[in-house]
């Protein structure tokens, strides 16, 4: 399907629809900015300058939300199910939390996130690195997605975050119940087993807080059970193990999807990373390109706690609606060549990927980190890179999440 079609001719929850959502989001920034979906469940806010007002407007809109999407056969089944259940279980903490309560929550979040302790990680993040690239056989393929995106960022969020490096597979599992969980395409025995592995990880997190408890060590583990402990008014038990689960689950998979897409981008770009091999310094605008072009998540939700207008459309209080990171990051209205790649970009950081304002990513500077690293080490590893023949560049289903099943590449 072109990128001028009709937004007619989309269904949403089409396969075809949910693995290349661009020409989708192309019809809804031209035909409506505001899209309201034929079950009613949500809209749709695709353009940039609408989705950065709605992310300023924390009175408006709130990211407060008890509620996740499921469907069986298509948008006309699909429904909303509320999260509910359980004996401890994850509170509203950051990407959903509204302030004050936000503020405190990102306050001692910012300190276990400080600039100091993410730059101490740079050498350890290439050591990393080098050591899963010197494990390639380079005589056959390789997929670059299972050997090196995902335990590149995961074992890093994990020795960041406290947690033992012997139980990476664990929590990779636990973790991806965590986004698969907002999918939106999940039938209810889905979402029912994917909540499990939720309550699982809690359990799992709420254990080792308890143990750093008894002397906190120095990691973020460490400084969110002192905040808890010097500030018990403040800060409940189950609100600092909620924050550890988003930080673990945002962490690996926020920067596993940068690092495999930013690969494929590159190799399917002719003389792109001959020219990156030339201009290394060119690398953090290109991974900035990577972020616009295929951000890792699609978007994120509101409600609404008034009546508002979105490019001079009525939304209603109480609305529920997707604010469209990966639709607003292609708006031809800001960006020149907005499906293009452009090394040269005057604001190459000016996209939406890690959101905006007071929800902006709090681990935004680790994942940029991890991601130049990642190529700039594939990149001196020598020898000529290529996507091998048979890639299908498939990507986990999902309207949540962009992030590649597996990317095969070959090396000369």
């Known amino acids: 399907m072109t990128a001028t079609a009709s937004l007619k001719d989309f269904d949403l929850f089409h396969p075809d629809t949910i693995e290349n959502p661009y020409p989708f989001f192309a019809a809804l920034r031209r035909e409506a900015p505001l899209y309201e979906l034929p079950n009613g469940a949500y809209y749709l806010i695709s353009r940039f300058d609408d989705v950065q007002k709605a992310v300023m407007d924390t009175e408006t809109y709130s990211s407060n939300l008890v509620a996740v999407l499921t469907q069986n056969t298509g948008a006309q089944n699909a429904e909303l199910v509320q999260l509910s259940g359980g004996d401890a279980q994850a509170s509203d ?98 979402l029912a087993y994917h909540a499990g592995k939720i309550g699982e990880l809690f359990q799992y997190l709420s254990a080792h807080f308890d143990q750093a408890l008894v002397a906190p060590p120095d990691n973020v583990l460490g400084d969110l059970v002192t905040a808890y402990r010097d500030e018990p008014e403040h800060f409940s038990r189950d609100e600092v193990v909620s924050i550890l689960l988003q930080l673990l689950t945002a962490g690996n998979e926020t920067t596993t999807s940068l690092i495999g897409s930013a690969l494929m981008l590159l ?104 991601a130049e690293v990642a190529i700039q080490t594939v990149l001196q590893a020598g020898g000529k890179l290529q996507l091998n023949e048979h890639n299908h560049f498939r990507h986990t289903p999902s309207l949540f999440i962009r992030s590649l099943s597996e990317l095969w590449i070959d090396l000369a």
């Open 93 to 190: 903490v950051l990407a959903i939390a509204d302030p004050p309560r936000h503020t405190r929550q990102r306050k001692v979040s910012n300190r276990a996130f400080t600039m100091r302790r993410v730059a101490a990680m740079k050498s350890r993040i290439r050591n990393l690195a080098e050591s899963l690239i010197q494990r390639f056989d380079r005589n056959q393929p390789v997929d670059w997605v299972a050997q090196f995106a995902v335990p590149l960022p995961m074992t890093i969020i994990i020795e960041l975050l406290g947690f033992p490096t012997k139980d990476m597979a664990q929590l990779k599992t636990l973790s991806d119940s965590s986004v698969a969980l907002l999918s939106g395409i999940n039938s209810e025995e889905q």
């Open 267 to 370: 190799l399917r770009e002719p003389g792109l990373q001959d020219r990156l091999r030339e201009q290394p310094e060119l690398i953090p605008n290109f991974i900035e390109e990577a972020l616009r072009l295929e951000s890792p998540f699609h978007g994120h939700f509101r409600q609404t706690l008034r009546d508002t207008t979105v490019s001079g459309q009525h939304l209603p209080a109480g609305s529920r609606v997707m604010l469209l990171w990966a639709g607003a990051n292609r708006d031809e209205e800001r960006f020149a060549n907005a499906n293009k790649i452009e090394l040269e970009r005057e604001r190459p950081k000016q996209h939406l990927a890690f959101g905006y304002g007071i929800h902006h990513c709090i681990g935004a500077a680790l994942a940029r980190m991890e």
